[in-house]
């Protein structure tokens, strides 16, 4: 008999983020209270905020591997020249 198992591939998350223009990096989400805990890498400090404003005004930031696709290097070389 073969062996039928499946293989999942997990899905990369998105951790960083830009919240007010500043870079934010998630650390724990509370669906039932409906608030978001945050790290701002800039200042160094946590910050508690509201899930449907973090929803609102977050924008993207960018993996390294796919600033390594955009600059057309490796990803390790990308760390070097940012």
Same mark, same amino acid.
Do not use: C
């Given at each position: 008999?073969?062996?039928?198992?499946?293989? +999942?591939?997990?899905?990369?998350?998105?951790?960083?983020?830009?919240?007010?223009?500043?870079?934010?990096?998630?650390?724990?989400?509370?669906?039932?209270?409906?608030?978001?805990?945050?790290?701002?890498?800039?200042?160094?400090?946590?910050?508690?905020?509201?899930?449907?404003?973090?929803?609102?005004?977050?924008?993207?930031? +960018?993996?390294?591997?796919?600033?390594?696709?955009?600059?057309?290097?490796?990803?390790?070389?990308?760390?070097?020249?940012?």
């Amino acid at each position: 008999m073969s062996d039928n198992t499946l293989i +999942y591939k997990a899905k990369r998350t998105k951790t960083l983020w830009f919240l007010n223009g500043e870079l934010v990096k998630k650390v724990h989400i509370s669906r039932a209270a409906g608030m978001i805990t945050l790290f701002n890498i800039n200042t160094r400090q946590r910050m508690l905020v509201p899930l449907a404003e973090f929803k609102k005004k977050r924008r993207r930031s +960018y993996l390294v591997s796919e600033t390594a696709k955009l600059l057309n290097l490796h990803r390790k070389l990308s760390l070097i020249h940012i």
